[in-house]
Nanobody, 121 residues
Framework: QVRLVESGGGLVQAGDSLRLSCVLSGRTFSSFSMGWFRQAPGKEREFVASITWGGANSYYADSVKGRFTISRDYTQSTTYLQMSSLKPEDTAFYYC??????????????WGQGTQVTVSS
């Protein structure tokens, strides 16, 4: 069974940086494309960033492009989301997700429990 555990959330001030981590266990890390999503209070969950199973390609929501960077460490089975120049509107619960590399669907197969990020102005 695949398990995803996020960490690194917290309370920061606008302009600060924060790095989220997501550890995958239960299956081979390189078998998955990985993504980060977030959900703010009263809003729907939205895509933040993703990275392909081989790490060659990454994608970002327009709202975070240039400020957030997704990366992965195969030796640690960990996906990172480096967040810089944080804004109050980045405040949300952040979720890590995994999708089988062989999947023909864009839907993610596994989700973590999430970690809270709060950015004060």
């Amino acid at each position: 069974q695949v398990r995803l555990v996020e960490s690194g959330g917290g309370l920061v001030q606008a302009g600060d940086s924060l790095r989220l981590s997501c550890v995958l266990s239960g299956r081979t890390f390189s078998s998955f494309s990985m993504g980060w999503f977030r959900q703010a209070p009263g809003k729907e969950r939205e895509f933040v960033a993703s990275i392909t199973w081989g790490g060659a390609n990454s994608y970002y929501a327009d709202s975070v492009k240039g400020r957030f960077t997704i990366s992965r460490d195969y030796t640690q089975s960990t996906t990172y989301l480096q967040m810089s120049s944080l804004k109050p509107e980045d405040t949300a619960f952040y979720y890590c997700a995994a999708r089988w590399a062989s999947s023909t669907s864009l839907a993610y197969d596994y989700w973590g429990q999430g970690t809270q990020v709060t950015v004060s102005s």
